[in-house]
């Protein structure tokens, strides 16, 4: 039975307030209105993003919420005017919107689309409303996607199909994560035969590791405090590893990197959120040329600090979102080079959970030894071989 135009009743977990476990609740999905899309969420990862807002240090964190944004599903109904999918496409949800009419998407110099900023960043559709319900109380979006429901409601800015035959419990991950790491490196200009550094070897980290060997870096350095991210780094490009927690005392892992690289970094990368990792990852770039960007996000209220000597002298400090990479444009290409075997994304998934367990997989994700957990939302998946 068709449920285009209904209201549609599902699971999802609801953050109900700050450093609670989620709550599966039964909700209300209502139809998209004019410029929406309404998904069926097959997948969707679990990004320490999600963590962050849920343990109420984000600046723009808002309860009760609908978390999730790294989700792939199956288109189920648009609205009147959407006519950059259809429904039975498989898509994956955009948390960077991409309309390409905005002042934004027309300048050619970044990905960050203005149209639909705004309201995202309140929890609201861009009529300034929510599409879900529960006992009797509207429930907040989040960053344009809210993927930890069976059903959601986005808009057409912020979602794109995908080929159909890619995995959809894999490509999920691209709509965040890998997508950051990865766009990040391949983007940056002149990083082909230099020396890199990541700090921060999770998923993010592992990603910019991928990319800048896909770029012909000579030298790759990973850094993090845990022994045990040694094998998955060069698994995924670097050529060394460094455990800064261990260095010889009183030697800190700036002095140590400027010495073994002969000045210092051509780039830099920081994958933390740390605001002292970020100040290591500039200072410990080349004097005169050395690029650190900044990925990782920060506490709310957190700034970073510098000599501005380390500027005068050349050195660079910028940052990216979602790696630069404009979502309706340049993911469905992202998705083909997972799909031809040279972009590494299975290979992420280290952990599985139900609709259910999802408490469960953020649990996992913070003892350490999880790269990603995918939670199965709760369909058969028969239409995903369609």
């Not at 609740?25 to 998209?32: A, D, Q, Y």
């Amino acid at each position: 039975m068709s449920t285009e135009g209904k209201v549609i009743t599902c699971k999802a977990a609801i953050a109900w307030e700050a450093a609670k476990p989620l709550s599966i609740e039964t909700i209300e999905v209502s139809p998209p209105k004019e410029g929406e899309v309404r998904i069926k969420v097959l997948y969707t990862g679990l990004c320490h993003t999600d963590a962050y807002t849920l343990s109420g240090k984000d600046p723009e964190g808002a309860f009760p919420v609908v978390l999730g944004h790294e989700g792939g599903g199956i288109v189920e109904s648009v609205g009147a005017g959407v006519d950059n999918v259809k429904v039975g496409d498989h898509v994956v949800p955009l948390y960077t919107a991409e309309c390409k009419e905005c002042k934004f998407c027309k300048s050619g110099k970044t990905n960050l689309c203005g149209r639909v900023r705004a309201t995202q960043g309140k929890g609201v559709m861009p009529d300034g409303t929510s599409r879900f319900r529960c006992k009797g109380k509207d429930i907040l979006h989040f960053m344009g996607c809210s993927t930890f429901s069976q059903y959601t409601v986005v808009s057409k800015y912020s979602v794109v199909a995908v080929n159909k035959s890619a995995p959809l419990e894999k490509a999920c991950l691209l709509g965040c994560g890998i997508t950051t790491g990865y766009g990040a490196a391949v983007k940056t200009p002149g990083i082909e035969d230099s020396n890199v550094a990541v700090f921060g070897i999770g998923c993010v980290g592992l990603s910019i590791l991928q990319g800048a060997k896909a770029k012909g870096a000579k030298r790759i350095i990973a850094v993090d405090i845990n022994d045990k991210k040694e094998e998955w780094a060069k698994k995924f490009g670097a050529t060394e590893f460094i455990n800064s927690a261990k260095l010889p005392e009183g030697k800190s892992i700036v002095d140590h990197l400027v010495e073994i690289t002969d000045g210092g970094l051509d780039f830099t990368f920081d994958a933390t959120g740390n605001v002292h990792v970020m100040r290591n990852a500039l200072e410990a770039c080349h004097k005169g040329w050395g690029v650190c960007n900044v990925i990782g996000v920060a506490p709310a209220g957190a700034e970073i600090a510098t000599r501005p000597f380390q500027l005068v002298t050349g050195r660079v400090w910028k940052g990216s979102a979602f790696g630069g990479v404009k979502g309706r444009t340049e993911l469905p290409g992202i998705v083909d080079d997972y799909l031809a075997g040279t972009l590494m994304v299975d290979q992420f998934v280290t952990h599985h959970e139900s609709l259910e367990g999802i408490n469960k997989g953020f649990e996992d994700m913070h003892a350490g030894d999880c790269i990603r957990c995918v939670v199965d939302m709760g369909f058969d998946h028969v239409e995903e071989s369609a």
